[in-house]
């Protein structure tokens, strides 16, 4: 078992950089490949990076390609999605999710483990 956790949400302006953090209790992520996914009001969740474990190499959502980075610190035992050029849609929660395979999903039933979420809120 692994629990996720994330941090690191908050309000901030259009064109602003936010940082979340997710760190594990119980376990290391290392053995996990890893995505940040989020869910805005009346819609569904969907898939915004990931991190492969086998080469810690990384994928993202058309949407968020370009200003969105997905990092893994392994000293920290922790998860990072850096996101800058922040826009008024990107308001949602995000959930950081552990995957039990050597490549990440884009899809959440792909995930065997998940954070509680933590809200962003981009206003203009």
């Known amino acids: 078992q692994v629990q996720p956790v994330e941090s690191g949400g908050g309000l901030v302006q259009a064109g602003g950089s936010l940082r979340l953090s997710c760190a594990a209790f119980?376990?290391?992520?290392?053995?996990?490949?890893m995505g940040w996914f989020r869910q805005a009001p009346e819609k569904e969740r969907e898939f915004v990076a990931g991190?492969?474990?086998?080469?810690?190499?990384?994928t993202y959502a058309d949407s968020v390609k370009g200003r969105f980075t997905i990092r893994r610190d392994d000293t920290r035992n922790s998860v990072y999605l850096e996101m800058n050029s922040l826009k008024p849609e990107d308001t949602a929660v995000y959930y950081c999710?552990?995957?039990?395979?050597?490549?990440?999903?884009?899809?959440?039933?792909?995930?065997?483990?998940w954070g509680p979420g933590a809200q962003v809120t981009v206003w203009q």
């Open positions: 991190l492969n474990r086998r080469d810690d190499s990384t």
């Open positions: 119980g376990r290391t992520l290392g053995p996990f490949s």
């Open positions: 999710a552990a995957r039990n395979a050597d490549y990440v999903g884009r899809k959440s039933r792909e995930y065997d483990y």
